[in-house]
């Protein structure tokens, strides 16, 4: 997170955060290899590697995309979101933890990547929209209020 924020990135935001929330889907693959407990450690650490930067670059988004005067409703309800997502990640892989075993629970990550990165890519036109002007989003806030 720190290197990637660093960065001075040329390319679009939509695309830098596709290839992000590939490598987290990619990463979930990793901890279906692991057999032994520090294994199992290890791949987590590398799976968990590009979470940090996919949140900056969602924030990154965010930012350009919703009117200043509503940018703490907006970081809010991304927020609110990732915690629902988390809390019914956890449930679905414990029911299926449960049913299947504790190994088949990892197919519950991978299957919440291949979904994260299907969304993000079918909503790189809308990601790549123009960014918020300043006269456009202050009318966008002052209608809403």
Do not use: Y
Not at 101 to 130: C, E, K, M, P, Y
């Amino acid at each position: 997170g720190i290197i990637v924020g660093a960065l001075s990135l040329k390319a679009p935001l939509q695309r830098q955060l596709a290839i992000a929330v590939a490598l987290v889907a990619l990463g979930t693959l990793l901890p279906l290899t692991a057999d032994t407990v520090p294994l199992l450690a290890l791949t987590v650490f590398i799976s968990g590697v590009a979470i940090s930067p996919t949140f900056i670059t969602a924030f990154g988004l965010i930012e350009r995309h919703v009117p200043e005067a509503m940018l703490t409703e907006g970081i809010t309800w991304v927020m609110t979101g990732i915690g629902i997502g988390m809390a019914l990640g956890s449930f679905a892989a414990g029911a299926v933890v449960d049913a299947f075993g504790a190994q088949n629970g990892f197919w519950v990550s991978v299957a919440s990547g291949t979904i994260a990165l299907a969304t993000v890519l079918l909503g790189q036109r809308s990601l790549a929209t123009a960014e918020c002007e300043t006269d456009g989003c202050e009318a966008a806030a002052i209608a809403a209020e």
